[in-house]
């Protein structure tokens, strides 16, 4: 509900600021007074894009202002705190306008983007004339409209839950799916690569041991001829090798061992130590050159030495890290059987959610249909009073893409005189009669709706009983909501719970729009002017006081 609105420097408007209550709400005033500049400034707050003609002059701000009251709008509630934007139970909302079209919306002292605002707006504000974007032209809230009227809200609960379960699902289906498809394009590859590390059979540290015997038999012939003739030294007759010489020197020392001092004696024992040392080192060397080499011949340790370079670098890790790679082929391995296992059991439960959904679809559809026909009974008793008595109303239900709302799309349909044919709602031309139609659907359908209502030239072209009938369906719809009514109808103003009057004055070669509330006298005096006209007669403020006497 909008609590106070605030214009300054639309078109004609310097500065009008009005408090607006629950109820019915009229405006009033001679024709070109400024009534629509009004309704301007509501459908720019409601984040309609700004027209040439709306432009403030160069140096101005156009600043419209809604102090607006969510309480009852849980909607409002959860976008704004998806917007992050502090709020209570009012909320301030601002649109500003360059002289040079640039705007921006407020929220709060919070900078949003005109989507924002028009989400918002569509919430609390709901504007019926001829040339509106709003309310009924715009087919997406016909199926909203035929909701309201229906007491299914249980089932509509449990549909949009299940849509919601089921798209999660679908969700985690698609994901999953996408997973497993990706791993699926690799599973040859890791089969291929595991097989071929299998059969490497890596070993840490095996590879610098490869690297060692490589070195050596790649030099095997050298280091045989050199400890050949290292042995040779050792042990060759003639001339005398290395064995045959400190022997010879041992017999000789041993003869003096007896008689030379303790420390001579200990160095000939120390000589015959470092003998039976170089008979080790001889056999040693003799053994060495005897054993087989494992059996391991240069192209076989090539052959894995390479093997073990190539594995290396085509899975860019180090050699020593070949036996981890393994665990780690093992484990994709087995994640691609895991993620088949979860794909087939999303799978099942995709396929139960879908079930759910569309039971509920079907449901919700026909109980839909039933309330349409009862909505369509219902809005076509009240044309005759309207003075709409050739109009026919139907409600059209067709199948669409599936949604939270269920499979159907809803478009009301109506036909103004018998020879016409049905069409929607938007087609219609007289901005009149397109406000009564509106103003019979949402008398009938909209019992708990909390936005605020605003009609436009809802009492064109008729008079009398008719618009008795229409102000007494404004003030029925204004028993539970705000409606804001533009009218020239005596009738309807003397219905109002708040009545405004809006004038145009000239000051000082200035036309200015002013906008005045008015009660008691100055209420019962504008009724008067608008059933008289300029010269208001004495005659005329009685009949606007018994006027108000009916209806009050």
């Known amino acids: 509900m909008i609590r106070h609105l605030s214009i300054n420097n639309l078109m004609l408007v310097d500065k009008i600021e009005m408090d607006i209550g629950l109820g019915l709400c009229v405006l009033t005033g001679e024709t070109g007074a400024g009534k629509s500049m009004i309704l301007e400034s509501l459908e720019l707050i409601s984040g309609r894009r700004i027209k040439p003609n709306s432009r403030p002059d160069s140096g101005k701000k156009t600043v419209i202002t809604a102090l607006i009251d969510i309480s009852d709008f849980e909607e409002i509630k959860e976008l704004l705190t998806r917007q992050e934007i502090n709020f209570e139970d009012e909320i301030i909302i601002k649109r500003i306008i360059e002289s040079d079209g640039k705007s921006k919306a407020i929220i709060n002292d919070n900078i949003v983007g005109l989507n924002t605002l028009k989400e918002i707006s569509n919430y609390v504000i709901e504007v019926h004339s001829q040339f509106s974007e709003q309310g009924l032209l715009d087919n997406s809230t016909h199926i909203t409209t035929l909701d309201e009227f229906g007491d299914y809200k249980i089932e509509l609960k449990q549909l949009s839950k299940m849509w919601r379960e089921y798209k999660e699902t679908q969700k985690q289906y698609i994901d999953e799916n996408t997973k497993s498809e990706n791993i699926k394009n690799q599973i040859d590859e890791y089969t291929h690569d595991l097989k071929e590390l299998k059969l490497l059979s890596p070993r840490k540290g095996e590879f610098s041991e490869l690297e060692k015997k490589r070195k050596f038999l790649k030099n095997s012939r050298k280091i045989r001829e050199n400890i050949t003739h290292v042995i040779d030294n050792f042990l060759r007759e003639e001339p005398p090798g290395i064995e045959s010489l400190i022997t010879k020197n041992i017999v000789i020392l041993d003869q003096i061992k007896g008689l030379v001092d303790n420390e001579t004696t200990k160095d000939i024992e120390k000589l015959n130590s470092i003998s039976l040392e170089i008979s080790e080192i001889s056999k040693m060397f003799e053994n060495f050159l005897s054993k087989e080499n494992d059996g391991d011949s240069l192209e076989e340790i090539d052959d894995r030495v390479t093997s073990y370079k190539r594995i290396a670098q085509k899975h860019s890790i180090n050699v020593d890290n070949l036996e981890i790679k393994i665990n780690e082929l093992e484990r994709d391995i087995r994640l691609t059987e895991e993620s088949k296992l979860s794909l087939e059991n999303l799978a099942k439960e995709l396929k139960v959610n879908q ?70 709602i938007r087609n219609i031309s007289s901005g009149g009669e397109l406000c009564r139609i509106a103003l019979a659907i949402k008398v009938t359908a909209e019992r708990n709706n909390s936005s605020t209502m605003v009609f436009d030239e809802v009492d064109s072209g008729i008079g009398g009983a008719v618009s008795t009938a229409v102000g007494e369906r404004l003030r029925k719809l204004g028993e539970k909501r705000q409606v804001m009514v533009v009218t020239h109808s005596p009738q309807v103003a003397s219905l109002g719970a708040s009545h405004f009057l809006v004038k145009k004055r000239i000051l000082e070669n200035n036309i200015a729009i002013e906008v005045q509330k008015i009660e008691g006298e100055e209420k019962t005096t504008e009724i008067a002017r608008m059933l008289s006209g300029k010269q208001i007669t004495q005659e005329a403020i009685q009949a606007a006081k018994k006027l108000m006497e009916n209806f009050f």
């Open 355 to 424: 079930e759910k959904y569309n039971t509920m679809c079907e449901k919700v559809s026909t109980i839909r249909k039933r309330s349409a026909e009862l909505l369509d009974k219902k809005i076509n008793t009240e044309f005759p009073d309207l003075k709409l008595e050739n109009a026919k109303f139907k409600t059209l239900i067709q199948e669409c893409e599936r949604t939270e709302l269920g499979k159907d799309k809803v478009v009301f349909n109506i036909r103004t005189n018998p020879k016409s044919k049905m069409g929607e």
